[in-house]
């Protein structure tokens, strides 16, 4: 596995991140596990193994999807149940379709992105904000990442069961996994966290792009407090698409669950029926989405891909194609996700092989032009083909 470690010790000398730490879990046995450059620039801080980043929207399959699916194993929900039977303040939405499926494949025709807050910072108001904005395509007829479908999503759960998403995480989630440093609004010393970007700079960028105002951004670095403004400044911390907080050995845990899952064990958690169906193709004209997972894409870019179909509310990109973060040598039925922050995991059942990767891409600021997405995919090859030794 040296290679592995002088990919990422190459990428903190490039300054593509400012510090990053792996893990590779195999066979349920970790493998390697590393940290490498800086988890704060300024003061310096070294980066170590238990550092603890925030997950930014690895929370959607971490939380979201698989609190879905356990509801769904217990019968509180079906899949195909519209989410306006459990948020009638939807009222656009209703009867059209967008159901829990749809919106764990991003296929629900809800916006991809738009800052919330600008309109309310009370949580009980979100609902009502999403429905003034209406549907952007009709649900199902094509797919497109988006935020705000996930923030329905965690306060329809919330509505569905009448507990905290936080507190629901945690008893069918983190705890059963013995995921210790998993959890929402996690308190300790802030030298514990990995630093994101200072204040939310490139997100009042895409506010002002939009056309958007809000005063109350905040300054400086928050090490311990979620990035995305959204959960920050609308939810109070807590949502489905991002807010918790997880460190590498956590998330290997995590990772470890799905093999399980996957292979008829198990798991304390899903079941292997549900696994299978959302490792599946859940979205049109060959997306490659499961039920709040990225499934691994073979070949060259889709139609998606090109024409940035997944790019939710953002600008358009500079250029029509980015490598994407699995790489290429993943087997076909791997799945992952990835986060603003710089973080990542990947699964890959036909080797039994989990890998995490968490940077802290946005510090101390949010560059676009960073390779963050190529770092991924090399780091993904460079983990297969060593694996792939071992055998």
Known sequence: MEDVGRLLTGAVDAETVAGAVGLVRRRDEV?????????SAAPPRPMTPETIFDLASVTKPL?????????VDRGVISLDDE????????????????????????????PGWRPLYAWSKDRD??????????LATDPGSRFEYSDLGFVVLGLALERVTGRGLAEMASELVFEPLGMTRTRYLPSGPSDGFAVTEEGNAFEKRMADWAG?????????FHPGEVNDGNAHYALAGVSAHAGAFSDASDLGLYGEMWLGALAGKDSRVLSTAIARLATSEQAPHGARRGLGWDLMKTGGPTLQELSRADAGFFPPAATPWIPRPSGELLSVSSFGHT???GTSI???????????LLTNATHPRVDP?????????RFHNVVVAAVDSMA
């Open 31 to 39: 493998i390697w596990h590393g940290a490498f450059g800086l988890a």
């Open 212 to 220: 958007m105002e809000f005063s109350g951004w905040r300054n400086g």
């Open 83 to 110: 989410i306006t039977t459990v948020l009638p303040e939807l009222e656009k939405a209703k009867r059209k379709g967008v159901t829990f499926r749809r919106i764990l494949s991003h296929t629900s025709g809800l």
């Open 346 to 356: 990947w699964i890959d059942p036909e080797r039994e092989l989990v890998a995490v």
């Open 339 to 341: 986060g603003f922050t």
């Open 63 to 71: 939380v979201g999807a698989t609190l879905t699916l356990a509801l």
């Open 369 to 377: 032009g960073k390779p963050v997405n190529s770092l991924r995919a």
């Open 125 to 134: 108001e979100i609902p009502a904000v999403i429905d003034r904005l209406g």
